[in-house]
Each structure stands twice: as structure tokens, then as C-alpha cells.
């Protein structure tokens, strides 16, 4: 009894290496040339950036936090997260409602008011509950808080009215800090928010891809790259997984690549559920490498709420996560920039790109482009699933149809969720656990 798994990024990976492990026969169908999906990595003259957009390893989860780091065990870097937010050209504390303090004074009033006040309208039963992401957000933070940073960042990485957006994926996992935080950050006592994620690995050599290299290991001999799948039939209990030249035979399928990219595979799929699946909304992604002569901010990375700096909504600093990620004295820049597929970002050349990021950087006196030594850009086109108010409606009609196909999903833009690897790992091992033995 054959599985295929559809994709070959981290969960198609370790859904692999844990059906390998317990004796089942598997194989991995992978389009690109290159294993990793989101996860992989890229060298260029001796700096290292990862091209999915800048990764970390931490979790709440014990299990899956231990397993990423056994995998890059002799490989690892241990790090204090110092992670900032640039606002009016302060680098401010993150999260937010942690680094009160370091905003200018007004800025500072207008947030902790807003808390309060709010804190005091929802006891007393005056606000309604929240019925979307902004409101939500309000209802949380405060109107200071919403208004300075949690609104226009937001808008700025999902590219979506906050509105407009569901508030399901928050509600009851972020609750309202405490209000003794809240004073504590304002006039100046260190308190520190996302504990969680307040000390992160990365791998020493080899980026955030050295993690599914790794878990790939053990099954390397069982991976088909460059086998993009474009038709999925039933045969004599079984499937026929064809790409357009080459057919594989397998008694079931395992789906981890999107859900856009399974549904046109299938034969009879019905209108409702293909309309379903075209209304899901999600961003691609554009990352602009710049590896540079000299240092950088000791900065983690760096959220920028600010439209008006440029495009980018988040710049890391990968080699404050590893030296080894750039040659000595240097240092590596990766700007991330969300985008709909097909919108304006997406027309730009990579050296306009650059361009702008570049631009950015020199206004925010990072670096100039004369210590420039290397740059390139890289592509995502499914970065980030967006949840819309439609979300949970159209993703169940696209989820029962699949069941009813007996085509398990599992996977980030498989179960259409805004997974990190911990959360796909988390799956994963979920899935295994009830997976039918063969
Ligand atoms: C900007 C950014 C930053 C992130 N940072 C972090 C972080 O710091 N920490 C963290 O834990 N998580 C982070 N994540 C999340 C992490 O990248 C994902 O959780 C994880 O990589 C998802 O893995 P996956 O295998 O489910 O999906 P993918 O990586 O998308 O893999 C899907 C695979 O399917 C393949 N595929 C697609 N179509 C086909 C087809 N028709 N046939 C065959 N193969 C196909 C693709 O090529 C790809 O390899 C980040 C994500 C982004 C976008």
C-alpha cells in the first residue's frame, strides 16, 4: 500500500518521514526542483537569506518545539528575540502595548487612555462584542493602541480592510493585556509580551531549509522533485497522479500543496465548490535580500507600520540570528512585501524592487546602497491566507468536498489556515496519529 503526498514543503516532509518511520510506503511529489516550499533557503557569495520570507524556530507547543530542535541539533543558534517596531523613526519595543514607553508623549497618552477607557466601557457592559477584525481589535487594544500600530500594520501585511476581515482566528487566543502591563509599559518597567517566542532557534549553517533537509533525511530516496501534479483519478481503489507526462500509481493521496492548485486536478469538481475555493483570499510575497559591508542594527527584525516609508512591511536581520548567515564584517538585510496576486507589486521588476527597499533603507539610516554587495529577489505566490468574512464559509464547503473525495489535507494552504511550521508540524502528528494503518 502506496501513499502519495501531494508537495514536498515542511509538512509534506514530515508527514513523509513520520509514515517512513512507522514502516508505511510513501512518496513525495514535489513541482519544483527543490524540496523546503516556504521553508527554503538561498546562498549567494557567502550570504545566506531564507526565501519564503525571514523564518525562526519557537512554539508553545513542548513536543513540536523539541522535535524542530533535535532535527537541527549540532546545527542550532540560541537567540534573545530584540524585535522593534519603526514608528516615527523610533524604534519601538515589541509587541506594541510592551514598548508604550518609547513612543513619543502624546502618542503614549493617546494609547493608554484608550485602554482604559475601553477596558472600562467593555466591564461595564457598554461596547457590543466584536463582529469583525477591527472592531475587535478596538475592543482588545483601545482606540490608541488600534489606531497607531494594530490597524495600519495590519492593513499594511494582509492588504485588506481590517473590517473586512474575520476576527474568529484571534478571538479567545489573543486576550487583552493585562492592565497592569499596560501602565507598567507606559512609564517605563520592562514587561515582555509573546513569551513564547521571546528566545528562538535558528540553524547555525544552512538557513531555515537546514530544518526540512534534515527531516527530509531519512526519506530522501522517496522524494519525486519536479513533478508538478495536474491530475489526480480514481483507479481500482486507488489513484492515477499524473503531471502531464509521467503518471504514479498510489492506494491513497495525502494533500499538502494548496487547495487552488489540488481542486483543478479533479474531475467533476461542483460549481459551488470551485467558486468556494476562488473566493478564498490569500497574499503572495516578494522578499528583497541585500547583503551589505558592515553592521546593522542589533535588531531582531522589525515591523513598519508606516506606508508613507515604503512597501515593505517587515525587515529582518538573519545575520543577528547566525554569523554564519553573511561573511565576516557584513551583514544580511531581507525586506518583506506582502501583495495580492497580480496587483501592482507583482508588475515591478526585481530591480524596482530593490530599488524601493533600498530607498527605505537609506531613510532610515540602516545602510546606503554604496555598501551594497549583493541584493536579488525572490517570489512567493502563496504567502499568507487573508480571513476575509467569507472565510470560514467558503473554506468549509471546499473541506467537505474533499472529505467526501477522501483526500485528507494537511498542510498550511491544504486546510487553508494560518499555519507556522510549528502549527503544520502540530498537524502533522495529528494526522499520523489517525492515520489508518496499512
Ligand atoms: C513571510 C513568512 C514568514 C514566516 N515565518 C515563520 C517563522 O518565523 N516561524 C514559523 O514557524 N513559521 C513561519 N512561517 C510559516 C511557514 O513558512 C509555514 O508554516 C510552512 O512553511 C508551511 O509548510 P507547508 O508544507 O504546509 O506549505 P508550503 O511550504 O507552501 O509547501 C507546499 C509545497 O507544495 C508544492 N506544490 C504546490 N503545488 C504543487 C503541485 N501541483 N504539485 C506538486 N507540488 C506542489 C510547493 O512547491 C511547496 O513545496 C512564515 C511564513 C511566511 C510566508
Keep these: 500500500m502506496t501513499t502519495a503526498i501531494l508537495g514536498g514543503g515542511l509538512s509534506g516532509l514530515t508527514l513523509a518521514r513520520l509514515l517512513h518511520e512507522r514502516g508505511e510506503e510513501i512518496i513525495v511529489l514535489e513541482a519544483e526542483p527543490q524540496i523546503g516550499g516556504l521553508c527554503r533557503s538561498r546562498k549567494d557569495r557567502g550570504f545566506t537569506f531564507d526565501t519564503g520570507g525571514s523564518h525562526i524556530i519557537f512554539s508553545k507547543d513542548d513536543e513540536v518545539l523539541a522535535f524542530m530542535r533535535r532535527m537541527i541539533a549540532g546545527n542550532e543558534q540560541r537567540n534573545d528575540r530584540n524585535t522593534k517596531i519603526y514608528y516615527k523613526g523610533r524604534y519601538v519595543k515589541y509587541p506594541f502595548e510592551n514598548g508604550l514607553y518609547d513612543l513619543p508623549e502624546e502618542d503614549r497618552f493617546f494609547c493608554i487612555n484608550g485602554f482604559i477607557r475601553t477596558l472600562i466601557a467593555v ?6 462584542p466584536p463582529k469583525n477584525f477591527r472592531e475587535w481589535i478596538a475592543y482588545t487594544f483601545g ?9 495600519p500594520y495590519n492593513e499594511k501585511i494582509w492588504k485588506y480592510k481590517t473590517e473586512r476581515m474575520s476576527h474568529h482566528w484571534v478571538d479567545g487566543r489573543i486576550p487583552r493585556p493585562p492592565v497592569g502591563d499596560i501602565i507598567k509599559s507606559a512609564i517605563g518597567i520592562k514587561t515582555e509580551g509573546y513569551t513564547h517566542q521571546a528566545v528562538f532557534s535558528y540553524p547555525l549553517d544552512g538557513g531555515i531549509e537546514a530544518l526540512v533537509t534534515a527531516i527530509a533525511g531519512p526519506v530522501q530516496s522517496w ?9 489526480l483519478k480514481r483507479d481500482a481503489g486507488g489513484w492515477l497522479i499524473g503531471n502531464g507526462k509521467a503518471t504514479v500509481r498510489a492506494d491513497r493521496v495525502i494533500c499538502t500543496v494548496p487547495v487552488q492548485h489540488l481542486l483543478p486536478c479533479l474531475d467533476d469538481v461542483p460549481e459551488d465548490v470551485t467558486a468556494a475555493c476562488r473566493a478564498l483570499v490569500y497574499n503572495s510575497l516578494v522578499c528583497v535580500n541585500i547583503g551589505i559591508r558592515g553592521p546593522v542594527p542589533e535588531i531582531s527584525w522589525m515591523y513598519i507600520p508606516d506606508k508613507t516609508l515604503g512597501m515593505t512591511n517587515r525587515l529582518s536581520f538573519p ?69 476575509d468574512l467569507d472565510y470560514q464559509k467558503n473554506i468549509r464547503v471546499v473541506q ?8 485528507p489535507l494537511v498542510g498550511r494552504f491544504a486546510q487553508f489556515e494560518y499555519l507556522n511550521m510549528d502549527a503544520c508540524i502540530r498537524s502533522v502528528m495529528d494526522f499520523v496519529a489517525s492515520y489508518p494503518r496499512d
Excluded: W
Aim: aromatic content about 6%.
Design 123 to 128: 466591564e461595564k457592559g457598554e461596547v457590543p
Design 143 to 151: 482606540d490608541g493602541i488600534a489606531g497607531c500600530y494594530m490597524v
Design 223 to 231: 522524494i519525486r522533485t519536479g513533478f508538478r501534479v495536474t491530475s
Design 319 to 387: 545575520s543577528n540570528f547566525s554569523r554564519h548567515t553573511a561573511p565576516e564584517g557584513c551583514s544580511a538585510i531581507l525586506a518583506e512585501i506582502t501583495h495580492q496576486p497580480g496587483d501592482e507589486v507583482s508588475r515591478m521588476s526585481d530591480r524596482e524592487l530593490t530599488g524601493e527597499v533600498l530607498a527605505m533603507l537609506e531613510k532610515m539610516k540602516i545602510c546606503t546602497p554604496g555598501q551594497v554587495i549583493v541584493s536579488s529577489v525572490e517570489r512567493q505566490p502563496f504567502a499568507y491566507v487573508v480571513y
Design 400 to 407: 467537505d468536498f474533499c472529505r467526501s473525495q477522501k483526500i
